[in-house]
């Protein structure tokens, strides 16, 4: 049967009870007997907060740290190599042990100005098939114009800081890149005595065009390893630009030779380009 009022025994030990509070709390009021105990408490209370924020709160906090610290790094590195593959793409045009530039109608007064800028606009791969590059005849790219403006860029030549890479036949969403290699591609060559010219084609295969002549019309004796140069002929890419050398001779009769030349640039090479309407 439950109790209906407290018994004397549990109102003694009530009455105890308050008497024993409120002298402790008159003890702490009226002296510093406790100070050490509440010291003590207050110590526990910050180590225990501290300890418990370094086992959870400081880990995650260091995780995200180093998350943001990843990206910004990545973000860093990826602009300091496009600033890199613009250096390169200016030595390529201005450099004095590139023959582009011993184009006087191209490269006016360098020698005395010194501060010469050379003009051309800077486009980003969008896409390209390394697959259908390496194993098949039709050799495209497809590239983004930064600050595009209204201006035609249909037979601009491509370039890298490895070389001539081919020219724009079409531009819609992205600008299409028609690569030397591509079997429909014809490029105007010479070698550096000026006596041999022929209209290299595309091979089909990554990194060689080649030039089919009649040796009884073109008798100059041509070597492997021979430089060879854009002859300007066609006035899409600058005359005396060294693209590559040979590689190879094959001679079928009397009337019929093949050269293969191996080219100095690779499309694969690199994600940034430059564009020169000649």
Same mark, same amino acid.
């Given at each position: 049967?439950?109790?209906?009022?407290?018994?004397?025994?549990?109102?003694?030990?009530?009455?105890?009870?308050?008497?024993?509070?409120?002298?402790?709390?008159?003890?702490?009021?009226?002296?510093?007997?406790?100070?050490?105990?509440?010291?003590? $408490?207050?110590?526990?209370?910050?180590?225990?907060?501290?300890?418990?924020? /370094?086992?959870?709160?400081?880990?995650?906090? &260091?995780?995200?740290?180093? *998350?943001?610290?990843?990206?910004?790094?990545?973000?860093?590195? %990826?602009? +300091?190599?496009?600033?890199?593959?613009?250096?390169?793409? !200016?030595?390529?045009?201005?450099? %004095? /042990?590139?023959?582009?530039?011993?184009?006087?109608?191209?490269?006016? @007064?360098?020698?005395?100005?010194?501060?010469?800028? $050379?003009?051309?606009?800077?486009?980003?791969?969008? &896409?390209?098939?390394? @697959?259908? $590059?390496?194993?098949?005849?039709?050799?495209?790219?497809?590239?983004?114009?930064?600050?595009? @403006?209204?201006?035609?860029?249909?037979?601009?030549?491509?370039?890298?800081?490895?070389?001539?890479?081919?020219?724009?036949? !079409?531009?819609?969403?992205?600008?299409?890149?028609?690569?030397?290699?591509?079997? &429909?591609?014809?490029?105007?060559?010479?070698?550096?005595?000026?006596?041999?010219?022929?209209?290299? #084609?595309?091979?089909?295969?990554?990194?060689?065009?080649?030039?089919?002549?009649?040796?009884?019309?073109? *008798?100059?004796?041509?070597? #492997?390893?021979?430089?060879?140069?854009?002859?300007?002929?066609?006035?899409?890419?600058?005359?005396?630009?060294?693209?590559?050398?040979?590689?190879?001779?094959? !001679?079928?009769? &009397?009337?019929?030779?093949?050269?293969?030349?191996?080219?100095?640039?690779?499309?694969? !090479?690199?994600?940034?380009?430059?564009? +020169?309407?000649?």
């Amino acid at each position: 049967m439950a109790r209906t009022a407290p018994t004397p025994s549990q109102k003694i030990s009530f009455i105890l009870l308050i008497l024993i509070s409120s002298l402790i709390l008159y003890l702490d009021l009226t002296s510093n007997n406790f100070q050490n105990i509440k010291n003590g $408490f207050k110590a526990f209370k910050i180590s225990s907060f501290y300890i418990a924020k /370094e086992i959870s709160i400081e880990p995650i906090k &260091s995780i995200i740290n180093l *998350t943001k610290s990843k990206d910004d790094l990545v973000e860093e590195n %990826k602009n +300091l190599k496009s600033a890199l593959e613009l250096s390169y793409l !200016n030595n390529y045009l201005i450099s %004095k /042990e590139n023959i582009f530039y011993k184009d006087e109608e191209i490269i006016k @007064n360098v020698h005395d100005k010194g501060d010469y800028k $050379f003009a051309y606009d800077v486009a980003n791969l969008k &896409s390209i098939d390394p @697959n259908m $590059f390496i194993c098949c005849d039709k050799h495209r790219m497809f590239i983004e114009i930064k600050g595009n @403006n209204d201006a035609s860029y249909i037979e601009s030549m491509v370039f890298n800081s490895e070389g001539i890479l081919g020219q724009i036949i !079409n531009e819609s969403k992205f600008y299409e890149v028609l690569l030397l290699t591509d079997i &429909s591609h014809s490029l105007p060559i010479k070698l550096e005595s000026n006596k041999f010219y022929c209209n290299a #084609k595309g091979s089909g295969r990554a990194e060689y065009i080649i030039c089919d002549y009649n040796p009884l019309i073109w *008798t100059e004796v041509i070597d #492997k390893s021979q430089a060879v140069y854009t002859s300007g002929l066609g006035g899409v890419y600058p005359k005396d630009i060294e693209i590559g050398y040979v590689s190879s001779i094959i !001679n079928t009769d &009397s009337r019929e030779a093949r050269i293969e030349i191996k080219l100095l640039a690779n499309p694969l !090479n690199g994600d940034q380009f430059g564009v +020169l309407n000649y």
